[in-house]
């Protein structure tokens, strides 16, 4: 599963990296951007899931764990 990150935010509020970490991390970049460039967008392999977690690999061996929340906060990311 590639992952593309859009945007980030902390707290509600949106943050903005130093370019050259916006740039290391992919922030922004759609799959036709890592195509026309011949990169690869950062993936996972999915290795445990609940109804409350998703569990996976990254491509450099890293762990990402990502937790359901009981609230959805997006109205409050995004300003809504």
Not at 7 to 28: C, R, W
């Amino acid at each position: 599963m590639g992952i593309g990150i859009e945007n980030m935010y902390l707290f509600s509020n949106e943050v903005k990296p130093p370019q050259f970490i916006a740039d290391s991390m992919g922030l922004g970049k759609t799959p036709e951007d890592y195509t026309a460039d011949k990169s690869r967008m950062p993936t996972f392999t999915m290795i445990g899931a609940s109804d409350k977690s998703l569990i996976a690999r990254g491509g450099t061996g890293g762990i990402a764990i990502w937790t359901r929340l009981e609230k959805d906060i997006r109205p409050a990311a995004y300003g809504k």
